[in-house]
């Protein structure tokens, strides 16, 4: 059971399952369909650099424009997690691999962008979800869940091994015993588990509501300066469930409840049976009769009985949870943090940088986790803890030219500063280093009203096997989106998108060391957009 504490808290880093779709661990840049067919628009001049190139905004036209944007994102999230207690699971077919998905739908992620420009200056709104923006759901839990109940399971199947030595131990000794003119102790009686059976759930949803409010001011013809504000408004809602636990034995499967309470009088008999062996055979060294075959059972004793009067003591704490774990949590936060940008051109050429401050975030809880816990990880959801969440800061360059007058290529560079920002349990210090993308693309003005573009992304996290977990995991990726632009009017301009990321996998082998236990992780991600751009 020594494990099962440490599994038990995995089970509970129920943190940030979210579709976000494009971005940094917990960062969305994907804020306009003029992103989702171009990602590169770091330095591109339109109404979507309200988010992307706020002081390029100032080289619009003068006048009143607003943009109107909504995508529908769908992704799913696989790990294949292996165990040696899947074995013992009764639905698993004696295997030790198992799959396990998650499905996440954001069918409405919207964002609006507004500028008014007069002069030198440029005023500019934003709203949008630059975090999270979804639910994920796993229908059948997770393998750490499961594995949870396996090593419970495995530990009753130890302690009924472990009983079942010391009876042949006693048939061994039974002589020495009455040459002592002792009685040998009774056999202990065993249950005969061999398996286990569960149902599991996880469901996790996190919006970020991001609202940014500032200003530009094109010093001359060539160069532009932007200052900003973004409110966040976190909410995010967790749901994590293990119920039906049972226990497989030869007599079939009995309720882990009604099971477990027969555990302590085992584990009791155990240890005294184990003690009196060890009584016995400190009087046969005494009377100096050991052999090297009693000396190798005196030593096994000894450290069997250090191994179960650990686990008996650990038995407390398995109680709590023979009613399963039913976890609901739910969190809000606000944060503010300043924005900056500066563009500039030359000839045929537009060079961009936005900084965004690191926002602190500290998520208030609302649980049915009411008292700590001898989990740590447990009081992560404790009813009024505060939760280290913050978003860190990003850097954006960007380059545009323009070859000729109808095509426009991009380029451009994100580096988020994930190890500065301050997460729970300091997991931004488990990252091997920051975030970092590297964007592409291309715009063709096929005719006064068609735009279409297409472009790309390589995004690139600092993952290691402490890091990663099956509650949240983001892979390293690459993305690609392609659309168009359709001027339906002077002052209404249709938009639409597809954009998709596909994710390597990343595998974390035999973790914890030693474990048997392994992982590979992965998502798909699709997204769809349609917007619309007046120009007043």
């Known amino acids: 059971m020594k494990k099962m504490n440490v599994l038990l808290a ?45 002081a390029g905004v100032a080289f619009m036209p003068e006048g009143f424009h607003l943009g109107f944007n909504w995508q529908y994102a769908h992704q799913t999230r696989t790990i294949e997690s292996t165990s040696p207690f899947f074995a013992l699971g009764r639905k698993n077919g004696g295997q030790t691999t198992k ?23 440029s005023v500019q709104f934003n709203f949008s979800v630059p975090g999270g923006g979804g639910a994920c759901e796993f229908q059948d839990g997770l393998g750490s869940f499961e594995s949870v109940v396996g090593n419970i399971a495995s530990s009753f199947m130890t302690l009924d091994g472990m009983a079942t030595q010391l009876n042949g131990l006693t048939s061994q000794l039974t002589p020495l015993y009455a040459m002592m003119g002792q009685a040998a102790p009774n056999a202990i009686n065993t249950y005969g588990v061999n398996g286990y059976d569960m149902n599991g759930y996880m469901q996790g949803r996190q919006y970020y509501f991001g609202f940014q409010l500032g200003t530009a001011y094109k010093i001359n013809k060539n160069l532009a300066v932007y200052g900003g504000l973004r409110v966040l408004y976190g909410t995010a809602t967790y749901k994590a469930k293990i119920s039906n636990i049972m226990v497989g034995t030869q007599g079939g499967y009995v309720d882990f409840s009604n099971f477990l309470p027969n555990v302590p009088a085992q584990a009791q008999q155990n240890a005294a049976v184990a003690q009196q062996h060890l009584a016995l055979l400190s009087k046969v060294e005494q009377a100096g009769m ?36 039913n976890l609901l949590c739910n969190q809000s936060s606000v944060g503010i943090a300043p924005i900056v940008s500066v563009d500039y051109k030359f000839g045929n050429f ?7 401050f690191k926002t602190q975030i500290r998520m208030k809880n609302e649980s049915t ?168």
């Open 350 to 356: 537009n060079f961009a940088a936005k900084y965004e």
């Open 99 to 121: 799959t396990f998905e998650g499905v996440a739908d954001a069918p409405f992620l919207p964002s609006i962008q507004a500028a008014y420009n007069k002069g030198n200056w």
């Open 290 to 325: 050991m052999t090297d075959q009693l000396k190798q059972a005196q030593a096994s004793l000894t450290a069997g009985l250090s191994q179960l009067q650990q686990s008996s003591g650990q038995l407390a704490t398995l109680s709590k949870y023979a009613e399963g774990v």
């Open 369 to 536: 986790v009411n008292e700590a816990s001898e989990i740590a990880a447990v009081n992560k959801f404790r009813d009024g803890e505060e939760v280290n969440e913050d978003v860190p800061a990003l850097l954006t360059v960007g380059a545009m030219w323009s070859p000729v007058e109808d095509i426009r290529i991009n380029l451009g560079y994100h580096h988020y500063f994930d190890k500065d920002a301050s997460w729970y349990n300091n997991a931004q210090k488990l990252l091997d280093h920051d975030s970092n993308e590297y964007l592409a693309g291309v715009e063709w003005d096929l005719s006064d009203k068609l735009t279409i573009s297409a472009g790309g992304q390589v995004t690139r996290y600092g993952l290691t096997d402490d890091y990663m977990n099956d509650m949240s995991f983001v892979t390293n990726s690459y993305s690609f989106g392609l659309g168009f632009n359709y001027k339906a009017s002077d002052k209404i301009t249709l938009k639409a998108a597809y954009f998709q990321t596909n994710y390597d996998d990343y595998n974390r082998n035999d973790y914890p060391p030693l474990s048997g236990m392994s992982d590979s992780f992965t998502r798909t991600n699709r997204v769809l957009g349609i917007g619309c751009e007046l120009n007043l």
């Open 10 to 54: 995995s089970l509970m880093l129920t943190a940030a399952t979210t579709t976000a779709t494009a971005g940094g661990i917990l960062t969305n840049t994907n804020q306009s369909i003029d992103f989702l067919r171009n990602p590169a628009r770091d330095a591109a001049i339109g109404l979507d650099g309200v988010y992307s190139n706020p």
